[in-house]
């Protein structure tokens, strides 16, 4: 299985609403990641989770606040948004370093599908 | 800083021409490289990767890819495309740094086919 599911798949709130954002990967990855892509541009990366421990957060606002609870999941909790926030919202999974005790195949970062956030 | 480069934002092309996208990164370490596909409206996939070994990658759907190290160049090719391979085309770096990766992507190149 190397799926990687994110609900919901559309998201419109207002500014002063609070909503989460759901990921979640079954292949045993360590590593997960949420990256925010505007229209006909690349990905651009958000938060990266290593071991569930927070490991880089790209300057994001603090209006964004991510969550780990278990290797299987990541949450973005999103609060006091701005219309500019507005985008696809990528979550990613991959293989730190490999599985344990085994030697790493690859390092290529599996992606879902996204959620597509409104800000009104 | 890293980047990556992709010369062409969008190319256009007829079925059964050949492709070539280039892709160029400024890091002087070690790195894996992607190219990945955005079909309409649907998610992120990996095209093909490089680690190691053969510089010539071969991917999913036809693609191949070409590592020059002495042109920190990473193009993607396929000899004859389909209507089917209009999407976005990106290219990345990955870094390796402590537990995790971290992709860089370039800016993207938009492909139409034309029947």
């Known amino acids: 299985d190397t799926e990687v599911t994110q609900t919901p798949k559309h998201l419109v709130m207002g500014m002063t609403n609070k909503k989460s954002l759901k990921c979640e990967q079954h292949m045993g990855h360590r590593a997960m990641y949420w990256y925010k892509q505007k229209a006909k541009k690349p990905p651009e990366l958000m938060f990266v989770?290593?071991?569930?421990?927070?490991?880089i957060n790209e300057s994001v606002p603090s209006r964004f606040s991510p969550e780990c609870p278990n290797s299987s999941l990541l949450n973005l909790h999103l609060h006091a948004l701005q219309p500019e926030d507005s985008a696809l919202y990528l979550c990613a999974s991959s293989s730190p370093r490999g599985t344990w005790g085994t030697r790493p195949s690859s390092y290529e970062q599996y992606f879902g599908p996204g959620t597509r956030l409104t800000v009104t | 800083a890293q980047s990556v480069s992709q010369h062409n934002h969008h190319v256009i092309l007829s079925e059964a021409a050949s492709l070539e996208l280039g892709c160029n990164y400024s890091y002087g370490g070690t790195v894996n490289l992607f190219w990945y596909v955005q079909y309409p409206g649907q998610h992120l996939q990996l095209l093909l990767k490089?680690?190691?070994?053969?510089?010539l990658v071969k991917g999913i759907k036809g693609f191949e890819a070409e590592f020059i190290k002495s042109k920190f160049s990473f193009n993607l090719r396929k000899p004859s495309v389909q209507w089917s391979d209009t999407a976005e085309y990106f290219c990345a770096v990955n870094r390796l740094s402590g537990g995790y990766n971290k992709l860089i992507f370039g800016a993207g190149t938009r492909l139409a086919v034309h029947p």
């Open positions: 989770y290593s071991y569930e421990k927070l490991s």
């Open positions: 490089y680690f190691s070994g053969d510089p």
